[in-house]
């Protein structure tokens, strides 16, 4: 597998190419590993402050990842 897959900050699982992911602070996490609160949309895993994040619905891997760095689904 290579290096340069991202993993997300909160669960250390690599991404593939159409999951929504969630920015905080230039650190990207699944957007099912957060809870999002619609105060101008900050972050947090579990009770733990992450920081703010304007992808409140998230965004896919490939449009916030470069190419290497998630994985490509196989059929």
Known sequence: MSEKLK????????????EDV?????????KDCVS???TGYVAYIDDEFLG????EDG????????????EEETA
């Open 52 to 55: 703010e994040t304007e992808n």
């Open 22 to 30: 969630i920015l905080v602070n230039d650190d990207v996490y699944h």
């Open 36 to 38: 999002l609160y619609p």
């Open 7 to 18: 993993r997300c900050k909160a669960c250390d699982e690599t991404f593939t190419w159409n």
């Open 59 to 70: 965004s896919s891997a490939y449009d916030i990842l470069d190419e290497g760095e998630y």
